[in-house]
């Protein structure tokens, strides 16, 4: 008998809005639905009726982990738009916030996963690992999240040369702890029998859904758009892409904390390599034309494409976030599993439900559903309109 | 006359109030000592307490489709066998006389009991997450009773009795169960089953709060709920002492063996905590497989030595 259990609407852990209805027989998954559109928010929308310096600080709160990625990729589209030449300096201080925010984006992940096997030792010697992140980017952005760092042509702020040995200082402690870490994670029998073969998503799923970020690297399919699309000092700082073959939870940790002495490397070469200089271009206005950004958030490929006709505000602002593509890949990597790891299988692709929303329409006669575009909704909205004219003319005649 | 302290002993001490409130105060170590190992500062010690003062006061919402007798005597039930249990415990170990023959077995039955009234409150909320619960709960109740069981009966061997008072008699004549090789095996085993009859960490699994958000409790509130975290925390207080009482001398309050019982409580109550923090949940699955497996051949092994008389 198949009977269904629920995972949302809010997500036990990740306490966001998503809805997975899992199809079981006894404790086995046979077959999972997949909702999400639960906080469609119309960003790209509100985007395009602000100016372009606005719109960072629009992005910025796409996603509230993800803070610089999606600001780093709307400022990358509007400078391949204008033409715009970053100086060095604020290439480096980006390069230094976005790889600070993959730090703490992955360090978050690892405390959550830990808290859903039941390890909740884990969860919080993570977030408490995850501090000296958050106290370096307050020092350096004044702001622990939603750091307000990016703008068109440069960085808002610089890195005072004062604050150099305390970040050098944090990353060497951060550096032990991560180490300390992922030999928990790795030498832990338990958390091998909970995460090993669980899950897998091997890599000719990962084309196949086009998976993105650490779930698709830890299927050993090797895209990391900071090396395939180098952007700003990416070309200029060496790091390894960290691939794995198996494709299943515990691989899916192993790349994401592996990914963490990468980001460490690259700040240490930015500092080291960061010379004095300007911070910013002025930029006076925006030619009509196209650009698309492309970034490697911490889930994944960010891509934000802007048209602009000349004006003072982007004509179309397109996002889209990695989640999009990696929540699907649970259809695959759900079904065979049990009740007990499909939460955690849901959870390890480090989905972010708000920021990947669009509106879908659910045609309870046949149980279909279909993505509505503006122009569908404009033709049912007119239709309504229509029928109620004629109910109301109708009553008319009749009364 | 003898009604009367009956009924003394089961409602006040050493029964339902004694246990209560010991159990609470347990509970609030329990959260301490986590909340230190894990970088938190912790409850006050009163938490506990106004916990369950506070749910009591609380609305109780009955779900739609629930079977409302099932589901609201179940907590009662287990609440009354665990305050049995403790009863029973305690008096035994205070007054030596109340023994009687075969209360070993008894206990055995009546700590079965709260994990049962889980298993049909659980079921009779209609939520599919309580049945899914109340299934995971049943599997580890067959799991883990079958080592627990053996790991009893070495003990019982060795006392040549199943009256507690024996068993407490002999370990005091000749020296602790936990002296010889077949106690130490048993003792470890017991500490895994009564980890898995709490349903502490690694064996949460029918709870499991972000797999289940509560399992075969998820639909319980107010006061329903505030009965059954008492049934927990007593258990959590009588399977220590059950332990202590089968392997390490039993508790006494006479002089300063006061402090040695203390000590001998907290020091199970510690490894339980440590055991919970220290360990991710595992899968029914693998559960089962473990007590099935290891502890079993563990238990049996432990059997064989006590045979053989060591």
């Given at each position: 008998?198949?009977?269904?259990?629920?995972?949302?609407?809010?997500?036990?852990?990740?306490?966001?809005?998503?809805?997975?209805?899992?199809?079981?027989?006894?404790?086995?998954?046979?077959?999972?639905?997949?909702?999400?559109?639960?906080?469609?928010?119309?960003?790209?929308?509100?985007?395009?009726?602000?100016?372009?310096?606005?719109?960072?600080?629009?992005?910025?709160?796409?996603?509230?982990?993800?803070?610089?990625?999606?600001?780093?990729?709307?400022?990358?589209?509007?400078?391949?738009?204008?033409?715009?030449?970053?100086?060095?300096?604020?290439?480096?201080?980006?390069?230094?916030?976005?790889?600070?925010?993959?730090?703490?984006?992955?360090?978050?992940?690892?405390?959550?996963?830990?808290?859903?096997?039941?390890?909740?030792?884990?969860?919080?010697?993570?977030?408490?690992?995850?501090?000296?992140?958050?106290?370096?980017?307050?020092?350096?952005?004044?702001?622990?999240?939603?750091?307000?760092?990016?703008?068109?042509?440069?960085?808002?702020?610089?890195?005072?040369?004062?604050?150099?040995?305390?970040?050098?200082?944090?990353?060497?402690?951060?550096?032990?702890?991560?180490?300390?870490?992922?030999?928990?994670?790795?030498?832990?029998?338990?958390?091998?029998?909970?995460?090993?073969?669980?899950?897998?998503?091997?890599?000719?799923?990962?084309?196949?859904?086009?998976?993105?970020?650490?779930?698709?690297?830890?299927?050993?399919?090797?895209?990391?758009?900071?090396?395939?699309?180098?952007?700003?000092?990416?070309?200029?700082?060496?790091?390894?892409?960290?691939?794995?073959?198996?494709?299943?939870?515990?691989?899916?940790?192993?790349?994401?904390?592996?990914?963490?002495?990468?980001?460490?490397?690259?700040?240490?070469?930015?500092?080291?390599?960061?010379?004095?200089?300007?911070?910013?271009?002025?930029?006076?206005?925006?030619?009509?034309?196209?650009?698309?950004?492309?970034?490697?958030?911490?889930?994944?490929?960010?891509?934000?494409?802007?048209?602009?006709?000349?004006?003072?505000?982007?004509?179309?602002?397109?996002?889209?976030?990695?989640?999009?593509?990696?929540?699907?890949?649970?259809?695959?990597?759900?079904?065979?599993?049990?009740?007990?790891?499909?939460?955690?299988?849901?959870?390890?692709?480090?989905?972010?439900?708000?920021?990947?929303?669009?509106?879908?329409?659910?045609?309870?006669?046949?149980?279909?559903?279909?993505?509505?575009s503006e122009g569908d909704l404009i033709r049912m909205s007119q239709e309504r309109t229509e029928k109620i004219r004629k109910e109301l003319q109708g009553n008319r005649r009749n009364g | 006359m003898h009604t009367a302290k009956y009924i003394f002993n089961y409602l006040v001490f050493p029964g339902f109030v004694f246990t209560a409130v010991v159990g609470l105060l347990t509970t609030w170590?329990?959260?301490?000592?986590?909340?230190?190992?894990?970088?938190?500062?912790?409850?006050?010690?009163?938490?506990?307490?106004?916990?369950?003062?506070?749910?009591?006061?609380?609305?109780?919402?009955?779900?739609?489709?629930?079977?409302?007798?099932?589901?609201?005597?179940?907590?009662?039930?287990?609440?009354?066998?665990?305050?049995?249990?403790?009863?029973?415990?305690?008096?035994?170990?205070?007054?030596?006389?109340?023994?009687?023959?075969?209360?070993?077995?008894?206990?055995?039955?009546?700590?079965?009991?709260?994990?049962?009234?889980?298993?049909?409150?659980?079921?009779?909320?209609?939520?599919?997450?309580?049945?899914?619960?109340?299934?995971?709960?049943?599997?580890?109740?067959?799991?883990?009773?079958?080592?627990?069981?053996?790991?009893?009966?070495?003990?019982?061997?060795?006392?040549?009795?199943?009256?507690?008072?024996?068993?407490?008699?002999?370990?005091?004549?000749?020296?602790?169960?936990?002296?010889?090789?077949?106690?130490?095996?048993?003792?470890?085993?017991?500490?895994?089953?009564?980890?898995?009859?709490?349903?502490?960490?690694?064996?949460?699994?029918?709870?499991?709060?972000?797999?289940?958000?509560?399992?075969?409790?998820?639909?319980?509130?107010?006061?329903?709920?505030?009965?059954?975290?008492?049934?927990?925390?007593?258990?959590?207080?009588?399977?220590?002492?059950?332990?202590?009482?089968?392997?390490?001398?039993?508790?006494?309050?006479?002089?300063?063996?006061?402090?040695?019982?203390?000590?001998?409580?907290?020091?199970?109550?510690?490894?339980?905590?440590?055991?919970?923090?220290?360990?991710?949940?595992?899968?029914?699955?693998?559960?089962?497989?473990?007590?099935?497996?290891?502890?079993?051949?563990?238990?049996?092994?432990?059997?064989?030595?006590?045979?053989?008389?060591?």
């Amino acid at each position: 008998m198949v009977k269904k259990i629920p995972i949302g609407p809010y997500h036990p852990v990740l306490e966001e809005p998503e809805f997975f209805e899992l199809h079981v027989e006894g404790e086995r998954v046979v077959g999972i639905d997949i909702t999400i559109g639960w906080s469609h928010r119309g960003i790209e929308l509100l985007s395009e009726h602000k100016t372009w310096d606005q719109v960072p600080f629009l992005v910025e709160r796409v996603c509230g982990i993800c803070s610089c990625s999606h600001p780093f990729a709307y400022v990358k589209a509007v400078e391949d738009c204008a033409g715009i030449e970053v100086p060095l300096r604020a290439q480096y201080i980006r390069l230094i916030v976005a790889e600070l925010e993959r730090l703490h984006s992955h360090l978050l992940w690892t405390g959550l996963a830990g808290h859903f096997i039941g390890y909740n030792t884990v969860f919080m010697w993570a977030w408490k690992y995850r501090e000296p992140v958050l106290d370096i980017l307050e020092a350096v952005t004044g702001n622990r999240n939603h750091y307000a760092m990016l703008r068109v042509g440069g960085v808002r702020r610089d890195l005072p040369e004062s604050e150099v040995p305390m970040v050098l200082e944090r990353l060497d402690e951060l550096e032990k702890n991560n180490e300390l870490l992922t030999k928990a994670i790795v030498d832990d029998p338990v958390i091998h029998a909970r995460t090993k073969g669980v899950g897998v998503f091997d890599r000719k799923m990962c084309r196949l859904y086009g998976a993105l970020g650490p779930t698709a690297r830890a299927g050993g399919y090797d895209v990391d758009a900071r090396r395939d699309h180098p952007i700003d000092a990416y070309d200029k700082v060496d790091f390894d892409v960290i691939l794995c073959e198996n494709g299943d939870v515990f691989d899916k940790a192993v790349v994401r904390q592996l990914e963490n002495f990468e980001a460490i490397k690259i700040i240490r070469q930015c500092l080291k390599q960061m010379e004095p200089g300007e911070i910013a271009t002025e930029v006076h206005e925006i030619p009509p034309g196209e650009g698309l950004g492309i970034y490697e958030a911490p889930r994944g490929e960010v891509l934000h494409y802007i048209r602009s006709d000349g004006g003072n505000m982007p004509l179309r602002h397109k996002i889209r976030a990695p989640s999009f593509n990696n929540i699907l890949t649970n259809e695959v990597s759900v079904v065979g599993e049990t009740v007990a790891d499909a939460g955690l299988i849901t959870a390890a692709v480090d989905p972010c439900y708000s920021c990947t929303e669009r509106v879908g329409i659910v045609d309870r006669g046949d149980g279909g559903r279909w993505v509505a575009s503006e122009g569908d909704l404009i033709r049912m909205s007119q239709e309504r309109t229509e029928k109620i004219r004629k109910e109301l003319q109708g009553n008319r005649r009749n009364g | 006359m003898h009604t009367a302290k009956y009924i003394f002993n089961y409602l006040v001490f050493p029964g339902f109030v004694f246990t209560a409130v010991v159990g609470l105060l347990t509970t609030w170590v329990d959260r301490k000592v986590t909340a230190r190992i894990q970088w938190r500062v912790g409850p006050p010690w009163y938490q506990p307490f106004a916990d369950v003062a506070k749910l009591l006061g609380k609305e109780i919402i009955i779900p739609a489709g629930a079977r409302r007798t099932g589901f609201f005597l179940m907590p009662i039930v287990g609440l009354s066998a665990a305050t049995l249990a403790s009863t029973i415990l305690w008096l035994v170990n205070l007054h030596p006389g109340t023994s009687f023959v075969g209360d070993t077995i008894v206990l055995l039955y009546i700590m079965t009991i709260p994990a049962i009234a889980m298993i049909i409150g659980g079921s009779a909320s209609s939520n599919p997450l309580g049945i899914l619960g109340a299934s995971r709960e049943m599997k580890l109740l067959f799991a883990y009773e079958l080592p627990l069981v053996i790991a009893v009966m070495t003990s019982v061997y060795k006392a040549g009795s199943f009256s507690l008072q024996s068993i407490l008699a002999h370990q005091a004549q000749e020296g602790i169960m936990l002296g010889s090789f077949s106690g130490v095996i048993s003792f470890i085993v017991m500490l895994m089953c009564a980890q898995a009859k709490l349903t502490f960490v690694p064996f949460d699994i029918p709870e499991a709060e972000t797999e289940l958000a509560g399992g075969t409790h998820i639909e319980y509130s107010g006061g329903a709920l505030a009965v059954v975290k008492l049934t927990k925390a007593i258990m959590f207080f009588v399977m220590p002492i059950f332990i202590i009482t089968l392997f390490w001398g039993g508790i006494s309050f006479s002089g300063w063996r006061i402090l040695t019982s203390i000590l001998k409580y907290v020091a199970i109550v510690v490894i339980f905590v440590l055991v919970k923090n220290t360990n991710p949940r595992v899968r029914i699955d693998q559960a089962v497989r473990f007590f099935w497996g290891p502890m079993f051949i563990l238990s049996i092994a432990a059997m064989i030595l006590a045979v053989l008389g060591h």
